[in-house]
């Protein structure tokens, strides 16, 4: 497989898998909410609405990656870490130990999901 097409398998990844998480939150939100501790479970809805519309635009960006739409996706990619991160450190939204956990298990596949992109997309060059 020559690294043009590693780099676009790493974003068709990066879409199911965000298309696989924004379904859970959309469809999923009560039952989340509720091992979450989060009282407002239309919130998780938002982020599974926002989640889709992502999924969609890496989809349509792993046809035909180019470097400067990758690096849009990497750098969306890095925002979604840090802010997991910022919300693991400073214990933010008094969530449930379960809700910390998942959080970082996604923030850890989706930090995976931009340091492949970066690396094969400096490779496909």
């Known amino acids: 497989m020559n690294r043009s097409n590693t ?67 990497i750098l969306q990619d890095w925002l979604w870490v840090i802010g997991s991160v910022a919300i693991l450190l400073t214990d933010a939204f008094n969530l449930s130990q379960v809700a910390y956990w998942m959080i970082g298990v996604v923030a850890v596949i989706v930090a995976d999901f931009a340091f492949f992109q970066q690396r094969y997309l400096r490779q496909a060059k």
């Open 7 to 73: 780099l676009k398998s790493i974003l068709w990844g990066n879409a199911l898998f965000s298309a696989l998480s924004g379904t859970l939150l959309l469809f999923g939100s009560h039952w989340l909410a509720s091992i979450m501790h989060i009282s407002t479970p239309s919130i998780l809805q938002v982020i599974g609405v926002g989640l889709l519309i992502f999924a969609g635009f890496v989809g349509t960006i792993a046809r035909r990656p180019t470097p400067k739409m990758v690096r849009q996706i």
